[in-house]
């Protein structure tokens, strides 16, 4: 079972072409992500920072017709927009917590790459290698705990209106897919993470990202990302059959990864605040 099991199937809409522009080319972004999602959750895949990056591009992609939408076409379905303003905190709220996880990783890196830079002694090196290890298994107990609750958020977006109105109608299970995947383009996120990049089967034969440091192996180390790769290395750090040299060299580019990201993240938290900023125009005119 690959990593799709972890989210559930997403579905195409079909929309008739008399519906506003606005609406088709929200279903055709709407659909490019949906076609990463499916990428980047096969089990031949390594999620990388590359991959999250398109993510969060497509999903500011989505967000800005969106935006157009909510004006064009919602003026008549106040519900639906309380509705996304309400999941719209929660995204807000969970662009934070990954915000201040990346930032946390990136600082720890930082203080690792320093203390190697420096040919600190072994006993500091081993100090800072096991701060990093620890805190990373601390951000992945908080990342598990903010996937489960995405994924509780978006139960409320799978129930189908009936409305009078078919275009109206569609215009709203738009939006809804808008919020569903937002919400799982923001999992697979914290997914990277809060993982080596590499799966294991579980007790129940199911696909459970490994949320602890384990002795890598060579066919592991081939496929782990980048957050993976500085694990591995570090474990070898600590036994003393890696050089410090090629540990850094993984560091700096968990760094440049996470930095990319926190661009692509920062142009998706503005495009969400927009979005929330239309809905609340149009709910008080």
Not at 16 to 27: D, F, G, I, K, Q
Not at 164 to 182: S, T, W
Not at 207 to 229: H, Q, T, W, Y
Not at 249 to 254: P, V
């Amino acid at each position: 079972m690959d990593r799709l099991s972890a989210l559930p199937p997403t579905r195409s809409i079909s929309l008739p072409s008399a519906l506003h522009p606005t609406s088709l080319r929200v279903e055709a972004e709407l659909n490019k992500l949906r076609a990463w999602e499916i990428r980047s959750c096969s089990s031949s895949a390594t999620l990388t920072a590359e991959t999250v990056q398109t993510g969060l591009v497509g999903l500011s992609e989505v967000y800005s017709c969106a935006e157009e939408l909510v004006y064009a076409s919602l003026t008549r379905h106040g519900k639906v927009l309380e509705n996304a303003l309400d999941h719209s905190v929660k995204l807000l709220d969970t662009c934070g917590i990954v915000r201040d996880t990346r930032q946390k990783i990136k600082e720890q890196a930082l203080c690792l790459q320093s203390s190697f830079r420096r040919r600190s002694s072994e006993s500091r090196i081993e100090e800072e290698v096991l701060s990093y290890l620890t805190l990373r298994k601390k951000l992945n107990k908080e990342a598990s705990k903010c996937i489960r609750s995405l994924k509780r958020s978006e139960r409320q977006f799978m129930v189908v209106l009936c409305l009078k109105d078919y275009h109206l109608q569609m215009v709203v299970k738009i939006l809804r897919e808008v919020n569903v995947m937002a919400s799982r383009v923001l999992r697979i996120l914290l997914l990277f993470l809060s993982s080596p990049g590499y799966t294991n089967k579980n007790n129940r034969g199911g696909c459970s990202f490994i949320l602890k440091v384990m002795r890598p192996n060579e066919k592991a180390d081939k496929i782990a990302n980048e957050v993976g790769s500085v694990d591995g290395a570090l474990f070898r750090v600590l036994h003393d059959t890696e050089d410090m040299t090629i540990a850094d060299r993984k560091l700096e580019n968990l760094v440049t990864s996470l930095d990319s990201i926190e661009a692509g993240l920062d142009v998706v938290f503005r495009r969400l605040i927009r979005y929330r900023v239309s809905i609340l125009n149009v709910l008080t005119r």
